[in-house]
């Protein structure tokens, strides 16, 4: 309790805690400064979303690539679509005994 | 000799392999650290511009920066970033001799803007803009050095892997590490020059 009692002293008291002026005053001259402030704080998030977002679709494309043509085959599919669909093919393999 | 037969099942799907080549996903840590530095000296570019009084900025007495003279080397930075992407495709689809080709015009493109902007600073210490002349020029001398020098050490490596690429030695992932770092470069760019410049 005693740690958060700071807090409402700094509430009561905005310029006893040497708060930003910029952020709080409305004059045009701190606009930069108020947009900049915006700007800097969304950036990182936006690169760290993008990042992921590209991640992901990536991830997407890739195992559908991987994993696309063994989906089971559709029950409407018919012949044609079993007839483009790349078969498995079962090879035998001669080697020396284990 | 004894043989035992094996089935082998050889349309399945091989596991393993990286989502992200471990040279792109460094340079690209290294990509997000760059952006943020940059964009920490824009906007301390742009807030001591706006906190300027009416009339006072650029300086007086200062020289202008040259906008319509730097829009040449900024067609010659973009045109390298497209050369390098076609130069990618090209790698891409095993056309190494092409690769190789548009890569080295990528590599004189970004040459050209790097030597451009040399001279332009000559020009300008020569009228008398420095780095201690005025905030115009502590502004404009470390943004545009600092992309200069990333610039400078982009092509570098875009140099090297032309090498290598030439030796038959070139990796997926420098290659890729590279172009991200070369398209940073690239793309940082109008934002300097539409924001300094003018």
Known sequence: ?????????LLALPGAAHACAACAAAAD???AVFYST???SLLPLILLGAAFLWLHRRSRARFRAQFGEHEAPSMAGGAAEQASR???AVVPVTGPRA | MDTRSTERILSLPTRGGRLVENGVFGMAIAVFVEIML??????????????TPVGLWPPPDQPRLPFERTAINTASLLASGVVLFLANRAWSRRDIRAAQRLLGISILLGGFFVVAQGAEWVRLIAQGL????SQLGAFFYTIVGAHGLHAT??????AADWRALRQGRLTSSAFGAAQ???YFVVLMWPAIYLLVYR
Request: aromatic fraction near 12%; charged fraction near 15%.
């Open chain 2, 38 to 51: 940059f964009a920490g000296f824009i906007s301390a570019f742009l807030i001591v511009r706006d906190s």
């Open chain 2, 130 to 133: 420095t780095l201690t002349s």
């Open chain 1, 1 to 9: 309790m005693r740690r958060l009692l700071p807090i409402p002293c």
């Open chain 1, 29 to 31: 001259r701190n606009r």
């Open chain 1, 86 to 88: 790349p078969r498995i």
């Open chain 2, 180 to 182: 991200l770092f070369w």
């Open chain 1, 38 to 40: 915006i700007a800097l």
């Open chain 2, 153 to 158: 050490v982009a092509l570098s490596v875009l």
